[in-house]
């Protein structure tokens, strides 16, 4: 069955950093498109970032574009999400979720596979 496993939230200062890694077991990540997502209190679920298996192309939502930066690192199987010169409005939970097709795509319904989440807060 397959895994995801997110790390690295935590309460940061805005204007600072997080990393969150997404470790996938049962898998190989670099198959499959993998997509980073947010989720906020009273909030839908948004795309965040993604990249494609295909041609290895990164994509952001234009909110964290610039600031955010998405990697894998397929010696340890994990993708991660780099984010700096965080904003108040970036605190969410951030989820991992793979797509069992090489393509990335905007929408959540065609991601196979999520984690379970960790939580980012950005407050003073």
């Known amino acids: 069955q397959v895994q995801l496993v997110e790390s690295g939230g935590g309460l940061v200062q805005p204007g600072g950093s997080l990393r969150l890694s997404c470790a996938a077991s049962?898998?190989?990540?670099?198959?499959?498109?993998i997509g980073w997502f947010r989720q906020a209190p009273g909030k839908e679920r948004e795309g965040v970032s993604c990249?494609?298996?295909?041609?290895?192309?990164?994509y952001y939502a234009d909110s964290v574009k610039g600031r955010f930066t998405m990697f894998r690192d397929n010696s340890k199987n994990t993708v991660y999400l780099q984010m700096d010169s965080l904003k108040p409005e970036d605190t969410a939970v951030y989820y991992c979720?793979?797509?069992?097709?090489?393509?990335?795509?905007?929408?959540?319904?065609?991601?196979?596979?999520w984690g379970r989440g960790t939580q980012v807060t950005v407050s003073s």
């Open positions: 049962e898998f190989t990540l670099d198959y499959y498109a």
């Open positions: 990249i494609s298996s295909s041609d290895g192309s990164t």
């Open positions: 979720a793979v797509r069992l097709l090489t393509v990335c795509v905007a929408n959540t319904t065609e991601y196979d596979d």
